[in-house]
């Protein structure tokens, strides 16, 4: 019996790594990745398994990549900033006709920068 009890206490050791939440600090990264990344772990542990411990470690390092793969919160942030400072296309596209209206662009620049601009939709 001696001999079992240290055997025991090593393989409760071994399987406590594998147990427990992921390490993942939400507050940080953005939240629309992080609600999926969330509803990915909540997909992988539900239902029955055979092995529940080796599956809770596989879903908690999915979940760990998934929030690792998230852009941060700031990062967000600054895409969205920049994607709504942008002018629009068809803003654009009227600027450039200001512009040869006022003659200052050639028609042949007006037609290569509206194909620029085209192409850039």
């Not at 997909?43 to 529940?52: H, L, N």
Request: aromatic content about 2%; overall charge positive; proline content about 4%.
């Amino acid at each position: 019996m001696k001999k079992i009890t240290p055997l025991i206490s090593v393989i409760a050791l071994l399987l406590a790594g594998c147990v427990g939440a992921p390490k993942v600090d939400f507050a940080h990264i953005d939240s629309a990745c992080a609600q999926q990344c969330s509803a990915n772990h909540s997909s992988c542990m539900s239902g029955f398994k055979i092995f529940p411990l080796a599956n809770e470690s596989v879903c908690k390092a999915a979940m760990e990549t998934c929030a690792q793969s998230c852009p941060r919160k700031a990062e967000a942030e600054n895409l969205v900033k920049a994607k709504l400072a942008q002018p629009s296309t068809a803003d654009r596209l009227k600027e450039i006709d200001a512009l040869l209206k006022d003659g200052l662009i050639t028609k042949a620049e007006h037609e290569a920068k509206r194909q620029e601009i085209l192409k850039s939709m």
